[in-house]
């Protein structure tokens, strides 16, 4: 299956042009104060406000009788399908990156500020737009959505990868870097797609109310520039800017030769088989039809940015993957999703960089944790159990089954952190310490963690995940698949 013969411009100015003169039936469900109270309380008290100074403390502790106003509104915005002005004004501080050069813009992060006000009515549209599109968006898309993680995406990429590996097949594999994704997004695209999906007009007009008429002004310390206009993207920094970016993408092109795996602009297609100049000229194919449907929707990428894998245990490779004739050389290794993927799968060259991690952020903690901190021992176990822990346990359900003697130097990282926050003396064995402190050992943690992610994928509808192969534990072939983890 290739991608669908996309509109011309002119094609969607026009449908859009018939949307916006035909009158809307007022067919979305309004909101009842319980609903807007309950988005008040799920609001977080440090979020940073908008433009107005409105924080969601201030919301948080409003009176009913105003909560009942705001339901008001936001009935009358469903009633209209209209989003108000004074909400579409955004405060961008640029936040510098550490070690680029500060008189280059591109060292700095932007980090939008929304009025609180405007989230919670998003908050609001956010759960009617996910329910008329529960069943349309695509399964392979993980991102944003209920239920699935980026580890349910990568266990479910290296499944395949690793049933490559046992039936003696090779896995190429392109990762696509898309250029300021959620910034450069057709509007008009965006809106002439959730037509075609059937989203109730009226729902449609109101998401373009939301997303035309924007505008920004930057921040730095007290002072502010004069507004400027948003000409495309969604709303960074908002509820409903990424089921956007999820819409706008869901047609992105299909082939039964290979697999997608997304995670909102985070895009790997992936062909597996045993002969791999094959699985490249299938892969080859995609990309072709995937260079179509980029230039017809104005979608940019970053080609030098693109990696390619080639997941086999054979020496020699095929020819590597071409994107706009452009040649994607073969990596040993890439980062996706958080996670380093080498061609053999052996998740080595990832646990080393978590370990530097885990060292350097230790470091940083030496202070709160160390011998000379005045916090309790509750406290300071606090501390590594939610910041330094998580570290290394990441998407552990994917890399739990790699080789044991890579585990051995986590498991000394989390003695030697422990005994320094239990401050013990080096003759105490670390079972006693673990056990004083009712802390399992890092591969006794990863099987919990497993064990939680494993039954939720079994339960989950999800048609992508219900597509793993299945496999028999009991044998040596499948000792290194993630749900080996759960017999170790």
């Known amino acids: 299956m290739t991608c669908p013969t996309p509109p011309t411009d002119y094609n969607v100015a026009r449908r859009i042009e018939i949307l916006n003169s035909k009158p809307a039936k007022n067919d979305i469900n309004p909101c009842s104060p319980a609903e807007v109270a309950e988005a008040i309380g799920k609001l977080k008290n440090k979020k940073s406000p908008g433009k107005d100074g409105i924080t969601n403390v201030m919301i948080k502790n409003l009176p009913v ?35 680029k050069n500060a008189q280059i813009p591109d060292s700095y992060r932007p980090i939008s ?23 349309k968006l695509i399964p392979f898309q993980f991102g944003f959505r209920k239920g699935l993680s980026t580890t349910e995406q990568l266990i479910r990429m290296t499944e395949h990868i690793r049933e490559g590996f046992i039936n003696r097949a090779s896995t190429a594999a392109v990762f696509i870097d898309i250029a300021k994704a959620f910034d450069r997004v057709w509007i008009d695209g965006l809106i002439y797609k959730m037509h075609k999906l059937e989203i109730p007009r009226q729902l449609i007009l109101l998401i373009q109310s939301y997303l035309k008429g924007r505008n920004f002004t930057v921040r730095v310390e007290k002072e502010l520039s004069t507004l400027r206009n948003t000409e495309a993207g969604v709303v960074q920094g908002s509820r409903l800017g990424p089921h956007c970016f999820n819409i706008f993408i869901n047609d992105i092109c299909q082939m039964p030769e290979t697999q997608l795996a997304l995670f909102a602009d985070d895009t790997a297609i992936m062909c597996t088989g045993p002969n791999g100049a094959l699985n490249v000229e299938n892969l080859n194919r995609h990309l072709a039809e995937l260079e179509k449907w980029l230039i017809r929707w104005k979608i940019k990428i970053n080609v030098d940015k693109c990696q390619a894998v080639c997941f086999t245990r054979a020496r020699k490779l095929p020819p590597p993957p071409k994107l706009f004739r452009r040649t994607i050389p073969w ?21 080393t960089n978590v370990t530097k991690k885990f060292k350097k952020a230790r470091m940083a903690l030496h202070p709160l944790i160390g011998g000379n901190s005045r916090l309790s021992l509750e406290n300071r176990l606090l501390l590594y159990k939610s910041l330094l822990r998580p570290l290394i346990s990441y998407a552990s359900p994917v890399w739990g089954a790699a080789a044991n003697m890579h585990f051995l130097g986590l498991e000394r990282l989390q003695n030697m952190t422990v005994r320094q926050i239990a401050r013990q003396p080096w003759y105490i064995r670390n079972r006693t310490i673990r056990k004083d402190l009712r802390l399992p050992t890092i591969q006794e943690y990863f099987k919990s963690i497993a064990e939680r992610l494993f039954k939720k994928i079994d339960a989950s509808s999800n048609t992508a995940l219900q597509k793993i192969p299945a496999y028999d534990l009991r044998g040596n072939r499948n000792r290194r698949k993630p749900r080996a983890a759960l017999h170790r």
């Open 65 to 99: 009788r105003i909560i009942l106003r705001i339901t008001f509104i936001i009935n009358c915005i469903f009633k209209f399908s209209y989003f108000p002005k004074s909400w579409k004004t955004a405060v961008v501080v640029p936040i510098y990156k550490q070690g």
């Open 113 to 135: 500020l929304l009025s609180s006000l405007s989230k919670l009515a998003e908050t609001v549209i956010l759960h009617r737009l996910e329910a008329e599109t529960y069943n």
């Open 331 to 351: 990596c040993n290794e890439t980062k996706y999703l958080g996670i380093t993927l080498d061609r053999k799968l052996t998740y080595k060259k990832h646990i």
